[in-house]
């Protein structure tokens, strides 16, 4: 089981990632697609079964999970440079680790202070070449300020959209993408 988990979560992140960059006149064409896929029919819920794969009914990503060595230098990281702030909604007392959790739109990142099975050192330079969760934002540009200024380096991308990829102190890859940029370039 945790084999197939593995192996779907970034299927999901290319799911969700995919859908999110369409805009809506291209979404009804993507979901027209999706269902003449065999097996993926949409199934009414009243006629789903548990072994079902067309009646699971995908909406998004609620949240995304970081692990990380030290949680006050994340919080400093993402609250203090990226401004993300944290929710009361979703505590960690029940957990056995430390942890937060970070609102980011409708969804959420969930610091984990555990640790690390993965290297740190030796990863891409480009995040777009590395795991990463992609983030829409509205304005890029203040984004690259704010980073200057706190001397963190980004990246941007290798094709023609505007995105930008950073690392946070525990090598985790965050893309961001302008919320106005298209899904495919203009002609």
């Keep these: 089981m945790t084999k197939i988990i593995q192996y779907l979560i970034p299927c999901f992140s290319v799911f969700f990632s995919l859908y999110q960059h369409c805009s809506h006149q291209y979404r009804e064409h993507f979901w027209a697609a999706m269902a003449s ?6 199934v009414p819920q009243s006629q789903a079964t548990d072994d079902s794969p067309k009646g699971i009914g995908f909406v998004g990503v609620h949240h995304v999970g970081f692990i990380c060595e030290n949680l006050e230098r994340s919080l400093e990281f993402y609250c203090g440079v990226l ?11 029940s957990l056995y680790y430390r942890g937060a959790w970070l609102l980011l739109g409708n969804q959420m990142i969930h610091l984990m202070e555990l640790p690390n099975p993965d290297p740190v050192s030796g990863r891409p330079l480009h995040g777009g070449e590395d795991r990463h969760v992609c983030v829409y934002i509205q304005n890029p540009d203040a984004l690259k300020l704010i980073l200057k200024r706190a001397g963190i380096s980004y990246t941007e991308s290798q094709s023609v959209r505007p995105q930008i990829f950073i690392r946070d102190p525990d090598g985790n890859a965050l893309e961001f993408q302008p919320s106005n940029v298209q899904s495919t370039p203009k002609e």
């Design 37 to 42: 896929l065999p097996g993926m029919e949409a």
């Design 83 to 93: 401004g993300l702030e944290i929710s009361d909604l979703r505590p960690d007392k």
